[in-house]
């Protein structure tokens, strides 16, 4: 393992065209790049693997990590010698079974023979960072190397999700919804994120654009073919090269601001095939949060007329899980109303109802102002 500065801010990308016996060698063409399995990975490294598994997902849904690209993963890094566990805490943990089983990750574990480890059936220790304090995983924060293995998808709250937005599933349990509820301005949410990496071992970030998701994410948007893999040690620039390649305003994901301030989009050295080579669609992004650019007071004032709430259609099948995501007790279900009835005046815009949602029952809407008005349109 050696992130050496001079590559810290190097992001590859690769062509890869399909979860097929080609992605391997796409794979391999993208970390030597960077230097090379054997480098990155030395024998005897404990490396913890950290696949997106946010629901009860298949592969084809494009919401989770593919289980094709995570067999390659799981197969280079035994034969370098590493000492390797898969884990994470998928946003539906109550659902853990079949969230393993659902998208792929149980079955593809059990035939490399590595473990594969729920964070909340596990230990979690508290780390601080700045005015930020979170309880991390131990296996994590025992890792010598994260191998981090985002889906690019939009994000209704952030944008993106994609390197960094993955590194929240190693947050065990319901704190994460408890942090929606501390810090419901996006501005303020990003520097908690990003905060976080701060305080995780060394990683290599290993992105799952195949297939993506555009339009209503992180799991309600609808998947679009992206065609490529790409790599960093550096998953600040990662993201900020998805940013590039998908053009996407970076200003607009949260958790990049401050470093795009610190010119780290002036850093980047991309290599690979080229983002031209790549050709992209442009994708279709979730409305920008409401809030983004106002100061707290000013969120308060105008929070009764500008909005992003859910809204629940016929699709719902009563599982209840929204209700039990919501951090601010926004939702119930009654007995015998057909969806789950929302508390407005409470709700946050914070979209973990939206993720965790089974049968893609829930949209988020803007409100009334937003949508005629278009006022905050490409900000
Ligand atoms: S209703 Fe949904 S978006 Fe609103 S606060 Fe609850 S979980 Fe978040
Ligand atoms: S909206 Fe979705 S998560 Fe909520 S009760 Fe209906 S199906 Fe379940």
Redesign the pocket.
């Known amino acids: 393992m050696d992130p050496t500065p001079a590559t810290t801010a190097l992001v590859a990308f690769r062509a890869c065209k399909a979860y097929d016996a080609a992605l391997p060698a796409a794979l391999d063409r993208l970390l030597e790049d960077l230097g090379g399995w054997e480098r990155l990975v030395p024998a005897g490294t404990t490396v913890l693997v950290k696949p997106n598994l946010l629901t009860d997902r298949t592969p084809d849904e494009a919401v989770t990590t593919h289980p094709v690209l995570l067999r390659a993963v799981l197969q280079r890094l035994l034969r370098c010698g590493a000492s390797v566990a898969v884990g994470d805490s998928p946003a539906s943990a109550a659902q853990l079974a079949r969230v393993w089983e659902r998208t792929g990750i149980e079955s593809v574990c059990r035939e490399m023979g590595v473990p594969l480890l729920s964070f909340e059936q596990r230990t979690a220790r508290t780390v601080t960072r700045g005015a930020y304090t979170y309880q991390v995983a131990a296996d994590v924060l025992d890792a010598q190397l994260i191998i981090n293995l985002p889906k690019v998808k939009t994000h209704n709250l952030t944008t993106l999700t994609a390197a960094v937005k993955n590194l929240y599933g190693t947050l065990p349990g319901y704190q994460k919804t408890q942090r929606h509820k501390e810090y419901p301005q996006p501005g303020i949410f990003g520097k908690y994120l990003r905060a976080l990496l701060d305080t995780l071992p060394p990683m290599l970030t290993i992105a799952d654009g195949v297939v993506g998701m555009e339009g209503d994410g992180p799991s309600a948007g609808t998947p679009v073919h992206l065609g490529f893999l790409a790599a960093s040690m550096d998953p600040v620039a990662l993201d900020l090269a998805l940013c590039r390649a998908l053009r996407i305003p970076p200003r607009r994901v949260p958790y990049l601001v401050d470093d795009l301030k610190a010119g780290a989009n002036e850093r980047l050295q991309l290599v690979g095939t080229t983002i031209e080579e790549l050709a992209l669609p442009k994708i279709k992004l979730p409305p920008p949060s409401p809030t983004r650019l106002l100061p707290r007071w000013l969120v308060k004032l105008v929070s009764p007329l500008v909005w992003v709430r859910p809204r629940?259609d016929t699709?719902?099948?009563?599982?209840?899980?929204?209700?039990r995501a919501c951090p601010v007790k926004a939702l119930q279900?009654p007995e015998g109303a057909p969806?789950?009835r929302l508390e407005g005046s409470r709700c946050i815009g914070c979209c973990c109802?939206h993720e965790?949602?089974?049968?893609r029952?829930?949209r988020m809407r803007q409100s009334p102002l937003m949508r005629i008005a278009h006022i905050f349109r490409d900000l």
């Open positions: 629940f699709a719902c099948i009563r599982c209840g899980r929204c209700v279900l969806v789950p109802c965790v949602c089974p049968a029952a829930i």
